[in-house]
């Protein structure tokens, strides 16, 4: 299995240089693996251990994709969409379909990735029903792009009929473009989509950009370069005016993170930080925000682990802290958490402060306060898969959430699994 990295992009090994210690002393340095925290503001929580009923769905064996470092997406008709980081022809990614046969899920293989490959995140499903995706790396110093996948023309009769790539963009790290992106596409209702990249800019540390359609070409370009040391690797959300949400993973008063707005005036995006990290409620987020539909705002932190909530309040922004994972200063998700009808949030751990991953729960409470239930304790990397860094997807209260691990498994490729949260606990 090697050494465990959080986020297997190589650009890692360095950012961590860049984001200080969670520590209440502040200190600039590496990433720190034991912090001390302070609890403020904290939200009563009560902790549930009742585990959900776990199945793998299907395990990678290497030429179908190996370590899927993102979780699956749902389309509209319950298939599951998703990538692998390594694995399949060139050892450069897959992206897969999963579909549920009767009570067996088929897996087809739609494409493996020869040029730019080794994708981070997962794939979005564009409003022409199609999959969009971000690819991190590649052959020959590629430092990513942006692809979406088509079926083929015509009716394939061969076992494998592998889907038509199109690449939207390649980055170059030049001239203010982006480098090395790590997070989805977010598309708004004129079918334009949005992004990050971890590194390249103005700064060297990261942009966010547009990709605008014009017949059958895209036009991708940066639409802000964000400040020195910010490193964003989630993805973007928008809310109904046109406005961007995200987080950066170094950056802002301490230089421990950030959770940002980008405006749109005129033609140009004007950065609002809505939060500056401190260590005492949070540090290094990797991952994304999801709405939930009041417009309050959900996120989690990787380094200092915590689950917080931003809230509009007046012409700002209220945080609370709504979980920290403990002991505190344990490690927290890497990835964007998933919200049902019902206002519960549902994520992963791949580095708890025991065992090799969990699948959580966080559900609100009459009186205000959250209550954290354990859904699933990863125990054995052969028979459950180990190390969970992708988020999940969900379908509803009490359905199903969907998700992967990176290791493990029958051949130890990783495995995607499926939770049944109306089953009896």
């Avoid at 928008?238 to 995200?246: E, F, I, K, Q």
């Amino acid at each position: 299995m090697g050494q465990p990295i959080r986020r297997i992009a190589l650009f890692l090994a360095n950012l961590k240089s860049f984001i200080p210690h969670c520590s209440t002393t502040k200190h600039l340095g590496s990433v720190s693996r034991v912090v001390h925290l302070m609890v403020v503001g904290a939200v009563l929580t009560a902790m549930g251990h009742a585990q959900a009923s776990f199945a793998v769905i299907h395990n990678f064996n290497g030429p179908d994709g190996s370590q899927p470092f993102a979780g699956p997406t749902l389309d509209s008709s319950g298939n599951l969409y998703g990538t692998t980081y390594a694995g399949g022809a060139a050892g450069l990614g897959t992206v897969f379909e999963l579909k549920q046969v009767n009570s067996s899920w088929i897996l087809e293989l739609l494409f493996s990735f020869e040029g730019i490959g080794q994708p981070a995140a997962g794939v979005t499903i564009g409003p022409n029903g199609t999959p969009f995706g971000t690819a991190s790396a590649g052959v020959q110093g590629s430092l990513g792009g942006v692809f979406n996948l088509h079926p083929p023309p015509s009716a394939c009769g061969a076992v494998l009929c592998p889907w038509n790539e199109t690449i939207l963009h390649t980055f170059t790290g030049e001239g203010g473009d982006g480098a090395s992106p790590f997070g989805n596409l977010v598309f708004d209702s004129q079918g334009n989509f949005y992004g990050t990249t971890t590194e390249g800019g103005d700064h060297i540390a990261g942009t966010a950009y547009e990709g605008t359609r014009s017949g059958d070409t895209w036009n991708v370009s940066t639409i802000y370069s964000f400040p020195a040391n910010s490193y964003p690797s989630g993805g973007l959300v928008l809310d109904s005016a046109g406005n961007l949400y995200g987080t950066t993973a170094g950056g802002g008063d301490d230089n421990m993170g950030t959770v940002f707005e980008l405006t749109p005036s005129q033609g140009d995006w004007t950065e609002t930080v809505l939060h500056s990290f401190s260590g005492s409620d949070g540090c290094g987020p990797m991952a994304g925000l999801v709405f939930d539909p009041a417009g309050n705002l959900y996120g989690a932190t990787a380094n200092c682990g915590t689950i917080f909530e931003l809230s509009p309040q007046g012409s700002g922004w209220n945080f609370q802290t709504l979980y920290i994972f403990e002991p505190q200063g344990s490690l927290g998700p890497d990835s964007t958490l998933a919200i049902d009808a019902a206002g519960n949030l549902y994520g992963t751990n791949p580095y708890p402060a025991t065992g090799i991953g969990t699948v959580f729960e966080l559900s609100p409470t009459s009186g205000g306060s959250w209550t954290y239930t354990d859904l699933h304790d990863f125990n054995s990397c052969i028979s459950g898969g180990c190390r969970p860094y992708g988020g999940v997807a969900v379908t509803a209260p009490d359905g199903y959430l969907y998700g992967t691990t990176v290791y493990g498994g029958t051949y130890g490729d990783g495995v995607v699994f499926q939770i049944n949260l109306g089953a009896p606990r």
